[in-house]
């Protein structure tokens, strides 16, 4: 029998999950949304770290709170776009050290 889940903190991995999400991929008068935000708050930070931190966030809430409610899939679905981030990351150093232009 499954017990039932209850809402608790390892429920913010999924909301922090499609904030990072959303601060990178939606786009407004052709800026992303973080760039407005950090603009509107004057701070200088690339929002891609912005996203990748709120990934790691999800993802570690995730894992320690993992009995709470969409707890679970916050973080694996945080864990698979790092994941992604990391592998293209490395593919892109791989072609810029190699010169491979595709």
Do not use: C, Y
């Not at 999400?21 to 949304?33: C, Q, Y």
């Amino acid at each position: 029998m499954e017990k039932n889940r209850r809402l608790g903190v390892g429920s913010l991995s999924l909301l922090f999950f499609i904030l990072a999400i959303a601060v990178s991929n939606t786009i407004i008068n052709k800026k992303p949304l973080g760039e407005h935000v950090f603009n509107f708050l004057q701070l200088n930070i690339p929002e891609s770290i912005i996203t990748i931190t709120l990934l790691i966030l999800a993802a570690t809430i995730g894992i320690k709170f993992k009995d709470h409610l969409f707890a679970k899939i916050g973080a694996i679905l945080s864990q698979i776009v790092l994941g992604l981030l990391v592998i293209f990351l490395i593919i892109d150093f791989v072609r810029r050290l190699f010169g491979f232009f595709f």
